[in-house]
Nanobody, 128 residues
Framework: QVQLVESGVGSVQEGDSLRLSCKAS????????LGWFRQAPGMKRELVST????????YYSDPVKGRFAISQDHGKRRLFLQMKSLKPEDTAMYYC?????????????????????WGPGAQVTVSG
């Protein structure tokens, strides 16, 4: 069973930066595709960004494009989400997810149901 644990929770001001980290129990075929999702109160969980570990391809949703950057540290089995120019609408619980998909990891079309492994989440609060 793959375990994922997010860290880097924080309460920041609008315009600030924050980096989230996701520690994986393994980097293997089962974690070929890694992603960040977020869920605001009363809203559905939405895809923020994905990273295909084998080829390095990345995807960003429109609301975060140009402000967020996804990356990995393979040796430490960590996935990062660097967030800049944060806005109050970025306030949400952020989740790290993983699956074994290669063909569509960076397509932006993967759904929540297609991610098999999840972390418990990390709260990010941005005050305006």
């Amino acid at each position: 069973q793959v375990q994922l644990v997010e860290s880097g929770v924080g309460s920041v001001q609008e315009g600030d930066s924050l980096r989230l980290s996701c520690k994986a129990s393994e980097f293997s075929r089962r974690t070929t595709c890694l992603g960040w999702f977020r869920q605001a109160p009363g809203m559905k969980r939405e895809l923020v960004s994905t990273f295909w570990r084998r080829g390095g391809a990345k995807y960003y949703s429109d609301p975060v494009k140009g402000r967020f950057a996804i990356s990995q540290d393979h040796g430490k089995r960590r996935l990062f989400l660097q967030m800049k120019s944060l806005k109050p609408e970025d306030t949400a619980m952020y989740y790290c997810g993983a699956n074994d998909r290669s063909d569509s990891c960076d397509s932006g079309r993967l759904t929540i149901a297609e991610f098999f492994y999840w972390g418990p989440g990390a709260q990010v609060t941005v005050s305006g």
